[in-house]
Nanobody, 124 residues
Framework: QVQLVESGGGLVQAGGSLRLSCAASERTFSRYAMGWFRQAPGKEREFVAA????????YYADFVNGRFTISRDDAKNTVYLQMNSLKPEDTAVYYCAAGTSAWDLKQKSGIDYWGQGTQVTVSS
């Protein structure tokens, strides 16, 4: 059982930046593809970004448009989401997820574990 704990959310003004972190409990972290999803009030949870276990592949949702960067540090069992040029529509609870394939995560499938989420609020 892998436990995922997100941190780094908060309140930021439009145009600002935040870096989310997701720490995993297991050393097998390096064997998982990792991803970030978000869910705004009244909306379905949607894919944001994913990185393969080998870091050879990264995927982003179209709305990211170069503003976010996903990365991982296997030595620290941690995946990051650097978010720049934030917009009010980026306001959501952001969730970390672990799965077997970054491509599957992009399709919202093959998800083995979820984190509890961290709130990101972008004010206009």
């Amino acid at each position: 059982q892998v436990q995922l704990v997100e941190s780094g959310g908060g309140l930021v003004q439009a145009g600002g930046s935040l870096r989310l972190s997701c720490a995993a409990s297991e050393r097998t972290f390096s064997r998982y593809a990792m991803g970030w999803f978000r869910q705004a009030p009244g909306k379905e949870r949607e894919f944001v970004a994913a990185v393969s276990w080998s870091v050879r592949s990264t995927y982003y949702a179209d709305f990211v448009n170069g503003r976010f960067t996903i990365s991982r540090d296997d030595a620290k069992n941690t995946v990051y989401l650097q978010m720049n040029s934030l917009k009010p529509e980026d306001t959501a609870v952001y969730y970390c997820a672990a799965g077997t394939s970054a491509w599957d995560l992009k399709q919202k499938s093959g998800i083995d574990y979820w984190g509890q989420g961290t709130q990101v609020t972008v004010s206009s």
